[in-house]
């Protein structure tokens, strides 16, 4: 009975979304508490959902600073010569600024961590996307599809997790899968090319300096005002000291971000009056992102507390025929990425896994091929698209892109890696058959 309201819960979510009836942010809130009722958990929906509050907590506060830090190097012109350079090299051609993308996406995201990575190169591209007018789903598309086969590394959060209920090493998780990993990224890239191709044709090729400049000026108004030349060197060497602080985890991620913040802003705009108008003109991404937030943590906290993800978990498991058993792993790969739309890394690694992996130990399957198995997709390729974590969140606001729009467009290349990896995970012996 849990486990079918869970799947009513979700079901119900995803459908108000997907046909736009409801916002995310309402639905997000009032469908986990509607089910909830019905399921007689009223008197303690209110603790499940402060839980779920406490949760994401940390990462909206970080989000607040790192949306507010990033934005103030933006005004203050810290990325311009980037653009610049960036803009130099491919000569205003879409092709090479959307395979540039993907390639600054997986070398930024070697450090594991989805917010960072899209905050850092949201920041960096968003602008270049806009004055060059392309479609702003490519970027959230092609930095989540990078972002997603990056985060299979072991320092990554579903790697751990798989490392950690199989009690198992990285060499048994992880390095049997990095020829399908190397495969995934070479697939990224190609989709690069077919999407930035599009764009080539859609928008052609900036023949000209002046072109750009002319193209720059029609785009998104930017303050010159604002504008600290005479800082940029602190500013790079103060967002250099940020990102190595945030790689060697010197104090937690909310508190760096908020104590650069705070040096930036007193650095940079001295008077309260400037420092007042930068808290404003980046109040709405801020409002966006951070209501999405704790209100992911809501529906979170009531599908936790309500034991639903727990309860769907055992029910996945138990519809799966002893017929099949020996197909289990590739079964694992294959629906690893949907099921990113519907539990949590937590909730599958911790809950999902250790049933999947003991049904396969009983079928005389190696229980470390369905960790492999799992980490093709569940919160890998799936990451940049579920609604159950705080970094999607992150990914579409800066983007300024739906929930839903960003979905539908990158369902089937983030599902197409997944399948590529699968295949090449099955023909170097990951995973078997």
Known sequence: MIALLGLLTIGTFLFLIMTKRVSVLVSLVLVPILFGLIGGFGRDLGNMMLDGLIQVAPTGIMIVFAILYFGLMLDAGLFDPMIAKIVAVVKGDPLKIVVGTALLTLVVHLDGDGAATFMITISALLPIYKKLNMNPLILSGVVGLAAGVMNMTPWGGPTARAMATLDAQSSDIFNPIIPAMLGGMVWVLFVAYILGKKEQRRLGVLKTDEDYKTLSEQAAAVDESAKRPNLFWFNVLLTLALLVSLIVELLPMPVLFLVAFVIALFINYPHPKDQQERLTNHASNIIVVCTMIFAAGIFTGVLTGTKMIEEMSLSLVSIIPDSLGGYLPVLVAITSMPLSLIFTPDAYYFGVLPILSETAASLGVNPHEIGRAAILGQMTTGFPLSPLTASTFILIG????????????????????????????????????
């Open 398 to 433: 800066l983007t300024g892109v739906s929930l839903v729009d960003h979905q539908k467009f990158i369902f089937k290349w983030a599902f197409g890696t997944t399948l590529v990896m699968t295949v090449l995970a099955l023909l170097t012996g990951a995973i078997s058959i």
